[in-house]
Nanobody, 120 residues
Framework: QVSLVESGGGSVQAGGSLSLSCTAS????????MGWYRQARGKQRELVAT??????NYAESVKGRFTISRDSAKNIAILRMNSLKSEAAAVYYC???????????????WGQGTQVTVSS
């Protein structure tokens, strides 16, 4: 079982920056991928960025402005968001894809979500 704790959400003016942090904890698992997804009011949850084995993947809408990084030793993923636009306002969810030991079964885990508000 993996628990994810997010922090760093809040309010920012358009054009500003925020960083989100996600810490994974638990026992008998290896995390193979961590990422951030977001869900705006009335919309479906969508991918923002993921990182696995040092390779990052971004939604087209955030490329060049958002950066995801991961400290594998500490199981922490950080999303740095620059030049925020009003459409970035959403609840941001941390995701971790982990393989349980010793069963080698893959599971997806989600954080509780953190609100990001962007004012124009």
């Amino acid at each position: 079982q993996v628990s994810l704790v997010e922090s760093g959400g809040g309010s920012v003016q358009a054009g500003g920056s925020l960083s989100l942090s996600c810490t994974a904890s638990g026992s008998r698992f290896n995390i193979v991928e961590m990422g951030w997804y977001r869900q705006a009011r009335g919309k479906q949850r969508e991918l923002v960025a993921t990182v696995a084995s040092g390779n990052a993947n971004y939604a087209e809408s955030v490329k060049g402005r958002f950066t995801i990084s991961r400290d594998s030793a500490k199981n922490i993923a950080i999303l740095r968001m620059n030049s925020l636009k009003s459409e970035a306002a959403a609840v941001y969810y941390c995701n971790a894809r982990a393989v349980e030991l010793p069963t080698a079964r893959f599971s997806d885990y989600w954080g509780q979500g953190t609100q990001v508000t962007v004012s124009s």
